[in-house]
């Protein structure tokens, strides 16, 4: 009695206090500093706490007049096939065959409408990515304020604005993506309109390939696996021939040329163009006197790789079930980086993964003190890197004006989080 009487009357020390406010802050408390972090330093700095006292109002956007200008080339490809039978990779094409079939419908209509629709389809498949898939998948089915949070910053976001004013189609070929994996898992026995929506995504955009290995759902079912993804590779190089062998080797030739001479600039965040924006940054201020570009491009991508090796690795050991939300954020990240061109209207993709990240929480009520702040910790750093993709680059200092590096230290820290996580976390829990 007497030494629970000392306990209860004993002074909460500064250090107490501060743990035991560190305990009671919630998830929120954590996204939402991470978010709050990107908005004073890329919003309320540059336009408002400016050396010239003045509101900096800024193209923020790279626009091109008239608006839509990759829908229109797009549209060049089709009709050069349609109308003048001859092969569509004329101009600038790195599309797969069958995406200038698959956009043939819309030479019917004036570019207007087809604007119009493609952006309408746009919103709904961001809509139905962001919103209603990681809805489905929770584990109440009940809107929170992440998943709302995640939504309406990305509805707003200037990768997905770039996206729109382009006429791209990333989003459209990523909800493919992900409704493939979705039916695929959870809707098994529909498996093989899974695999051709899959198959419909990467020939739209071929990244959507590195998501593969998201189709598996028995990690030790090696036979399986190897004839699944064997099965979906043979598929999909069958259906760059859907025009004839002469269309597919002008299919590689464009790669080949692209992969040669990319498009460098800030907003291209691939490997690549990160370090070739960056070097050229410091040779004009005479900081460096050696090319060290091509050493760094290859250790980059040996980090980027041995993160989803890592991550792979684990969900092998533990042969987990279902989506799993690590794997799925590293693989979209992956093909943010890997590829020799990604503009930033590709950033677009990324706000279904996180959506599908935040709105699961990846850790336990549970768990220790010391785990809860290290994925704390954690959620913090990733709101950061993720909030601050949602600014453009204008707002930003050269630096961090590209976003590899924003993305690889989401990588890094969603890696830690796969290798901290003991629960066996996974989308659906």
Request: proline share 4%; glycine share 4%.
């Amino acid at each position: 009695m007497t030494k629970k009487r000392k306990a209860s009357n004993m002074k909460p020390t500064p250090g107490r206090n501060w743990r035991s406010y560190l305990e009671n802050t919630s998830y929120l408390v954590w996204v939402m500093a991470g978010f709050a972090v990107s908005y004073m330093f890329f919003f309320i700095g540059p336009v408002f706490l400016n050396q010239a006292h003045l509101m900096q109002i800024t193209e923020y956007l790279p626009r091109i007049n008239p608006i839509g200008a990759d829908l229109r080339q797009m549209l060049s490809y089709s009709d050069s096939w349609v109308a003048a039978g001859k092969t569509p990779y004329i101009g600038y094409n790195l599309y797969p065959p069958l995406a200038s079939i698959l956009f043939t419908p819309l030479l019917a209509v004036n570019f207007t409408k087809a604007f119009a629709i493609l952006t309408f389809i746009t919103i709904a498949s961001y809509s139905f990515s962001v919103f209603l898939i990681p809805l489905f998948l929770g584990r109440e089915r009940k809107t929170s304020p992440l998943l709302l949070l995640v939504f309406v910053t990305g509805l707003f976001s200037y990768g997905f604005q770039f996206e729109l004013e382009r006429g791209q189609f990333n989003v459209i070929a990523m909800f493919l993506c992900l409704i493939s994996i979705w039916i695929y898992h959870y809707q098994h026995k529909y498996r093989f309109l899974a695999y051709v929506l899959f198959s419909l995504s990467i020939q739209l955009k071929v990244y959507p390939a590195i998501f593969i290995v998201m189709l598996i759902r028995d990690w030790r079912d090696w036979k399986n696996n190897i004839r699944r993804v064997l099965g979906l590779t043979v598929a999909n190089i069958a259906l760059l021939f859907v025009m004839g062998p002469g269309v597919f080797v002008d299919f590689l030739k464009a790669i080949q040329a692209q992969s040669a001479n990319p498009s460098i600039w800030v907003g291209n965040h691939s490997v690549r163009s990160f370090m070739m924006v960056i070097t050229n940054e410091l040779r004009s201020q005479n900081m460096v006197t050696h090319d060290y570009s091509s050493l760094i491009q290859i250790t980059l991508f040996v980090l980027i790789f041995a993160c989803l090796f890592v991550i792979i690795l684990k969900a092998f050991r533990e042969n987990s079930k279902g989506m799993n939300m690590y794997l799925m954020l590293a693989c979209t990240i992956g093909a943010l980086l890997i590829p020799s061109v990604s503009h930033d209207y590709k950033l677009s993709i990324l706000v279904a993964p996180m959506a599908l990240f935040f709105h699961q929480r990846p850790f336990a009520e549970n768990d220790g003190f010391r785990m809860r702040m290290a994925f704390s910790l954690l959620t913090f750093i990733i709101c950061i890197a993720y909030s601050s993709t949602l600014f453009s680059f204008t707002n930003k200092p050269t630096l961090l004006g590209n976003n590899l590096t924003a993305l690889m230290v989401m990588l890094f820290a969603v890696t830690a989080f796969s290798l901290l996580d003991k629960s066996g976390h996974k989308i659906g829990d």
